[in-house]
């Protein structure tokens, strides 16, 4: 088991972050590259089990709604299916892509009061063969500040 983390200050009342992310159905409309999400079982976005099915990139991934909290402001989700490592672009001397992950990722939120805004905490536990942990890792450690900013940009828009 091996771990990506990332935090980040977002300039926005935590109110205002959490009413766009609290609805695990709402991933189009603050991930830059979703470009659909359904929720397969007729449960609400918020409710514990439910299961989305979106599109990123091109490729359909499933996720369950494991822990949600208006309380603590923090929602917790779990790959469905492993996830397989993107398609290497073949260049000579690549190794041989890791083997699929299983993963639960864990979006928390904190007021900071200077200010008004909120501190947003996001981490990704990753399942992989050990030797495999680290080029997982590096992987999420960089889609997660990508997400975060589309969620900084999208909270901007909306001013």
Known sequence: MTQAYYSAVLN???????SLIRDFNNYPAYIDGVSES???DDKRGDE???????CYLGNWIRQRLVDHSDRQHILTYAGLEPLPYPQADGSPG???????????GTMHLRPITEGDRTLIEWSVDLETEPADADRWRALFDSWIPDWADSLARTLDRTR
């Open 38 to 40: 359904l929720i397969e």
């Open 94 to 104: 690549e190794s041989q892509a890791p083997a699929p992950t299983r993963y639960q």
């Open 48 to 54: 514990v089990g439910a299961t989305r099915r979106f």
């Open 12 to 18: 926005h009342p935590l109110d205002d972050v959490w």
